[in-house]
């Protein structure tokens, strides 16, 4: 298990803190890698493409060497009309790391590495994470059941052991993921790093409003939903933020037939406001800013770590 030298002795805890559409933004990044995480944001957020440049700016005068680098989320899928506009920002800025998701492609990885960058994959099995790897990905990202965002349905023992069984490179962890202790635990399993969402939702820098920052606190395991309903892809929801659109959570219309204007939904939207979250919050308990919940996590890891015993 190896991690690239651009993140060796570079964070204080092995943690990102993981791309989530609409929420991230140079705010809850900056403060995530002045806590000494990775911060991580989708360059789809900044509306309109011109922002995305903007927001390079801001995010490296921001930081220095003494803070974790930061991660640009680049959707590498057919339908993203952005991605050459936004790859091309990462080359020019030397955009320290690049998380790519739906799409593995050798052109993209290669011209994140002209420059010395590094592209983590996410993947939700063991084929998707072997065709990343040959297509040049220096690491993967194991995103194994009850993640927030379009989850995976593997056990997370199962996913890892998988691709440990012949990938020694770096290695995150993903889902549900929500202290100190479970990031202990993703590293005892065999990864490198944990990959958290979710309860950064929680945070006072998340762009999220705060009826769903409320919303996160309050709920558990069991008021999230996996349905492909919104987004026609599979992904969990927050119940109560379904039902506040006017619908019914145990009586949704079919995927293929959804429309939200005749749903009683109003033109509810995903992400917008039917709201993503993995089954992790359970463990969030009040809304705080960024940095203090990165000091709690350290603190619930060392307390963890030295209370292991065999
Ligand atoms: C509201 C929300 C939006 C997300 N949007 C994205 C995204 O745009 N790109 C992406 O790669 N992952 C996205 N994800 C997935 C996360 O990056 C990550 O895999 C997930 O949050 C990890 O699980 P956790 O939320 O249980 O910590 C999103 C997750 C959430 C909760």
Redesign the pocket.
């Known amino acids: 298990m190896t991690l690239p030298t651009l993140l060796e002795g570079r964070l204080s805890l092995l943690l990102i803190g993981?791309?989530?559409?609409?929420?991230?933004r140079p705010s809850l990044v900056i403060a995530q890698c002045r806590a000494g995480i990775v911060g991580?944001f989708?360059s789809?957020?900044a509306r309109p493409s011109g922002a995305f440049e903007s927001w390079l700016q801001q995010i490296e005068e921001a930081l220095t060497d003494k803070d974790a680098p930061f991660a640009v989320?680049l959707?590498v899928h057919r339908t993203n009309a952005r991605l050459e506009e936004d790859l091309a920002l990462c080359v020019q800025y030397k955009v320290p790391i690049v998380?790519t998701?739906?799409g593995a492609r050798e052109d993209v990885n290669q011209a994140i590495h002209s420059y010395g960058g590094i592209v983590l994959h996410?993947v939700i099995n063991n084929v998707f994470a072997r065709k990343a790897v040959e297509k040049g990905a220096d690491g993967l990202?194991a995103?194994a059941a009850?993640?927030?965002?379009?989850?995976g349905t593997l056990s997370p023992f199962a996913l890892v052991e998988e691709i440990r069984a012949w990938f020694d490179g770096p290695l995150a962890l993903?889902?549900?993921?929500?202290t100190g202790r479970s990031i202990a635990a993703a590293r005892m399993m065999g990864a490198d790093l944990a990959?958290?969402?979710?309860?950064?939702?929680a945070t006072e820098e998340a762009d999220?409003d705060a009826a769903y920052k409320q919303m996160i606190v309050d709920s558990g395991a069991g008021d999230i939903l996996y349905s492909d309903v919104f987004s026609g892809v599979l992904?969990?929801y927050l119940k109560p933020s379904i039902v506040a659109a006017g619908m019914d959570p145990d009586n949704l219309p079919r995927a293929a037939s959804m429309d939200f204007a005749s749903a009683g939904g109003e033109g509810a939207k995903a992400?917008r406001d039917i709201?993503?979250?993995?089954?992790?919050?359970g463990a969030i308990r009040k809304i705080q800013p960024a940095g203090a919940f990165v000091d709690q996590l350290k603190a619930e890891y060392r307390e963890a770590v030295a209370a292991f015993r065999l």
């Open positions: 993981s791309p989530m559409f609409l929420v991230s991580a989708p789809l957020n989320n959707i998380i998701s739906l996410d990202i995103v009850g993640a927030g965002g379009h989850a993903s889902g549900a993921i929500a990959y958290m969402g979710s309860p950064f939702i999220a992904g969990n992400w709201w993503g979250a993995g089954q992790g919050i």
